[in-house]
């Protein structure tokens, strides 16, 4: 028998089953006695939902526990059986991995493609990749989970007038792959898929209450708040990439101008990077210009890296106005750690001194006396591994 029927179908039937599977996924098998102590349900009640569970496919027996004194019980894990897809659509590039149900990666495929496509080009692009990774860690589809380069719409599965993904506007991601897979599909923020990929198994793992903030072509940054993820009412908080830092400043790809995005995302860099080569007043980065006529941000940190003096101070000045950001929001948030990542949080930590100096400086001493500003170490996987975990999450807790 499926785990899933349709799209929106689960043999998950009760609250406790939800409990039972999630407890498993995030914290490894157990035996019946330790399920019925942390659930808090008799051991009859846990005998019936295990079974149940077992017969759809969702449990299995793992081996003997250890004693506890007579005889001893056998663990129960989740199906080893059991595929979980989580996909990673950035504003450049497209990751899917595939994992399994407590969220391990067993294969990932990432390739450059251009979000401006739009949604059917992209998602066909999404299919194939899928097709190939499934293809090395074959199993059981139970779930898929993606996150978007722009606000989402959690509720509806889509995103929602996203300023750099033309066409995707209301787009329904969520019931194309849904009808694509045969399985329940979570869509969300890519920043939020980041932030719960470092909670659950990165340098923030199983830190509550946390900030992730994301540097690529965009700036967002992903809330998590006694360890969920804070969307917001309609699904927009953390979208700091359009706090406005100057009336006066450059156009952002909103159409507004000013905006921290304008000033410090992989475009604005590429942008003053260009400039800085075409004055003079970088010889690295004039030699880049000269050879491919353009200027990439990972060619901006390139120039840095060998000291090149105007490199450095564009990353010193974008830096110091992500700090001034990100200490607002400490003061606000009151984070156990800030995690920072993306393609451009590779300047390494030139950026994070600058981000640091900022937020030190500027938040109240109770904020910061004991606060880590760290840069990610899951690196690409960070997104496919937070997508994962909502896609169980849902999958979880649908009721037949």
């Known amino acids: 028998m499926s785990a899933v029927s349709g799209t929106e179908h689960s043999m998950v039937e009760t609250r406790h089953q939800t409990r039972l599977l999630t407890l498993l996924r995030d914290e490894g098998p157990m035996s019946r006695v330790e399920l019925g102590e942390r659930l808090e349900l008799p051991r009859a009640r846990v005998g019936a939902e295990v079974a149940r569970l077992a017969e759809v496919g969702l449990v299995e027996a793992a081996g003997p526990s250890a004693s506890r004194g007579g005889r001893r019980s056998t663990l129960v894990r989740l199906s080893g059986e059991l595929r979980v897809l989580a996909v990673d659509v950035g504003a450049t590039s497209v990751g899917v ?12 495929a990432v390739e450059d493609c251009d ?48 300023p750099i993904m033309p066409g995707w506007d209301r787009f329904n991601v969520r019931d194309h792959l849904g009808g694509l897979w045969g399985c329940p599909v979570a869509v969300d923020n890519d920043v939020n898929a980041m932030a719960l990929g470092e909670r659950h198994a990165g340098v923030a793992r199983s830190t509550d209450d946390l900030m992730f903030v994301k540097i690529g072509t965009g700036i967002g940054c992903g809330i998590v708040l006694g360890g ?12 700091i990439g359009h706090i406005r830092l100057d009336d006066f400043g450059p156009t952002c790809a909103c159409g507004e101008v000013g905006c921290l995005e304008a000033y410090f995302g992989g475009a604005a860099l ?11 007043r970088s010889a690295h980065l004039a030699e880049v210009a ?10 901006v ?50 950026l994070l001194a600058e981000v640091r100096s900022a937020v030190y400086r500027r938040s109240l001493p109770l904020a910061t ?25 849902r999958a979880f807790t649908l009721s037949s």
Not at 270 to 280: K, Y
Not at 290 to 299: I, Y
Not at 370 to 379: A, D, K, R, T
């Open 369 to 393: 006396g004991n606060l880590p500003i760290v840069l990610s170490e899951l690196g690409e996987t960070a997104g496919v591994i937070g997508a994962a975990w909502s896609a169980t999450d």
């Open 115 to 162: 979000v401006r496509q739009g949604p059917h080009p992209v998602l066909r692009r999404v299919a194939a990749l899928a097709d190939k990774v499934r293809e090395e860690a074959p199993g059981r589809l139970v779930a898929a989970g993606i996150g978007l380069p722009g606000p989402v719409s959690f509720a509806e599965g889509m995103a929602v007038a996203p």
């Open 270 to 280: 590429a942008r003053d990077g260009l400039a800085l080569a075409r004055s003079g």
């Open 301 to 350: 940190g390139r120039a840095a890296a060998a000291g090149d003096f105007g490199a450095v101070n564009l990353i010193r000045d974008g830096g110091r106005r992500l700090g001034q950001v990100i200490a607002s929001l400490v003061c606000f948030i009151n984070p156990g750690m800030v995690v920072i990542g993306g393609g451009v949080a590779q300047l390494g930590h030139q």
């Open 228 to 239: 969920k993820v804070y969307r917001g009412v309609a699904g927009t908080a953390g979208d």
């Open 97 to 108: 991995a595939v994992t399994d149900a407590s969220c391990e990666v067993l294969a990932h």
């Open 290 to 299: 000269a050879d491919g006529g353009a200027v990439t941000a990972r060619d």
